[in-house]
């Protein structure tokens, strides 16, 4: 599908950024009528009586937004145009080099900011890990985005049925971890490059990359010896190829991290028109290093999970848990020993901490550790100990937790609030078949596997993304902490991170002509299954699964 045919579509998403629609009451007119809006009763320090906040994931800044220019009078932006790194068509601008990428020769540990004299700058004779389909659909499937037929796609709710051809395009007819051929120079790329030419356009679907918490801070490659007034953090952000190359024996997704789009070129034209009409940050930094599981948490928080009893206290994991070690095998560059997905971040001597511990201690600025003696803090995504009908999922998922949350002090402040999950009955009989399945073990994934063909006859299961290891999906699971009852979990949206079109949430609107001033309208479909979180004196405690 061509850039005309994306125009008319509605996804709204945004990469590690959060988008809020502020609903005012302010300049109304007294002879307007009102509706029956209950916040209308609560007094306000500002006329704004309703955030919405909408949650997208896995795309940058500079990715979505590289080449894109503000339509305000002064208004400004710190991208790669207006950095000069690119020009606006995409080529290398006259500041290219500004944006190069290294590798690093071999270290005995791992390490944040490598020495300068081991780095060894991309180029002809040193080439750049190139853009590749890791993650990418070669063809069309019958129980996964892109689907075969509309009729199978149309297990997908919360998108507006005439849209639903969408989830049908975009694969790649490529094999997968090969090199993504589409992209116009792949195999001599040696930066950043757009995803746009006669083979691939926004609605095709690229190369997924890692988002895991030891990688994350290696690909940033912060010292303070590299710190400037400029950049007083001292980060480069000049190992994002090499990291992904590196760091595992069997992780494939090379050089995708350096692909964006041109939003000046009518890419991402929702988005563009959502940072035209409202309010783009160009200095968003997501809260945890890492992936979505741990950057969810810390949103509904502001804090991190850790393995407990399932009562709150710190105990080590079980065998069977991975604990990280990313110091480098023996005989490596840069694969670490293992990928886990814990840390005791308050022992310095745990493989990894170190390094990160000591430059946080040494910035110029207050930013504590702040890790709690013999706490394995989650760092990448673990399955939540809660299906969605509220059964214990037991194995190695992440234990109940029982950390302070927004809803806590909302509630504190008497401020009503709710969170909206598509698909929670769907994703309770899921469950359900699962725990039947499989009382001891229950399997998300086999129950939707062996449940599909009867879904799509009998609507059981309506959305392709109930299952998340199935889908790429996310599912939000809730804990009932207080009050009576039992818990009520909801599930996420479909979220199929390497195709950009793709999105979380949709937006009602003419799409032949898409209104801004429709954009506070959510789409209906989204709002039909819902779960209340905060209702009376109960309060919900948020729990993620991707």
């Not at 050089?255 to 000046?264: D, K, L, P, T």
């Not at 848990?321 to 293992?338: E, L, R, S, W």
Request: a neutral charge; glycine letters at 8%.
């Amino acid at each position: 599908m061509g850039t005309t045919r994306i125009r008319r579509k509605l996804g709204l998403s945004a990469a590690a950024c959060t988008v809020s629609l502020l609903a005012a009451t302010a300049g109304m007119a007294k002879d307007e009528p009102k509706d029956n809006d209950a916040a209308d009763a609560i007094k306000t320090e500002s006329p704004i009586k309703h955030v919405i906040i909408l949650i997208g994931e896995n795309r940058g800044t500079d990715h979505t937004f590289g080449v894109y220019k503000p339509k305000g009078k002064h208004q400004t932006i710190s991208n790669i145009l207006s950095k000069g790194i690119v020009n606006e068509d995409g080529s290398p601008g006259p500041n290219f080099a500004l944006a190069q990428q290294f590798s690093v020769g071999a270290q005995p540990a791992y390490y944040i900011g490598a020495p300068k004299v081991a780095k060894f700058p991309y180029s002809a004779t040193n080439a750049m890990p190139q853009p590749n389909t890791a993650g990418t659909p070669t063809t069309t499937r019958d129980t996964a985005p892109p689907f075969r037929t509309v009729a199978e796609a149309s297990v997908e709710k919360d998108i507006d049925p005439s849209d639903l051809d969408i989830l049908t395009t975009g694969a790649s007819s490529l094999p997968v971890n090969s090199l993504d051929i589409r992209v116009p120079g792949a195999g001599t790329l040696a930066g950043p490059f757009p995803l746009q030419g006669p083979a691939i356009s926004d609605d095709d679907y690229t190369g997924d990359t890692t988002h895991r918490f030891y990688q994350a801070w290696q690909q940033q490659n912060c010292s303070l010896a590299n710190a400037t007034k400029e950049n007083p953090t001292g980060c480069l952000s000049d190992l994002f190829p090499f990291v992904m190359a590196s760091y595992s024996a069997t992780n494939k997704s090379q050089g995708n991290s350096m692909g964006f789009y041109n939003a000046e070129q009518e890419q991402a034209p929702v988005l563009k028109m959502l940072a035209d009409r409202f309010t783009l940050s160009d200095n968003f930094h997501q809260s945890f290093q890492g992936g979505t599981g741990a950057n969810h948490f810390m949103l509904g928080t502001g804090d991190a999970g850790f393995w407990s009893d399932g009562n709150g206290n710190a105990i080590a994991p079980p065998a069977n848990v991975a604990i990280a070690n990313p110091n480098p095998k023996p005989g490596t560059v840069n694969q670490y020993t293992v990928d886990g997905n814990f840390s005791a971040c308050a022992d310095i001597f745990q493989p990894g901490v170190q390094p990160i511990v000591s430059y946080l201690e040494h910035l110029p600025y207050a930013a504590e550790p702040n890790c709690k003696p013999r706490h394995y803090y989650m760092l990448n995504n673990t399955n939540p100990g809660f299906l969605p009908n509220g059964a214990l999922a037991g194995g190695t998922t992440l234990p109940p937790q029982t950390v302070r949350t927004i809803g806590d002090a909302l509630i504190e402040k008497k401020i009503s609030w709710a969170f909206y999950g598509g698909a929670y009955n769907d994703a309770v009989a899921l469950s359900n078949a699962a725990v039947a399945a499989n009382p001891t073990s229950p399997n998300l994934s086999a129950a939707a596997l062996t449940r599909w063909s009867a879904a799509l006859s009998d609507g059981l299961l309506r959305r392709a993304s109930i299952s998340s290891r199935l889908m790429n999906s996310v599912e939000i699971t809730t804990e009932l902490v207080a009050g009576t009852g039992s818990a009520a979990p909801a599930s996420g949206t479909v979220a199929v991170a390497n195709k950009i079109e793709i999105k979380k949430f949709f937006i009602h609107g003419n799409r032949n002509s898409p209104n801004p001033e429709r954009l506070s309208t959510i789409h209906p479909e989204l709002f039909r299954e819902t779960v209340r979180v905060y209702e009376g004196n109960q309060i919900r405690r948020l729990q993620f699964r991707k």
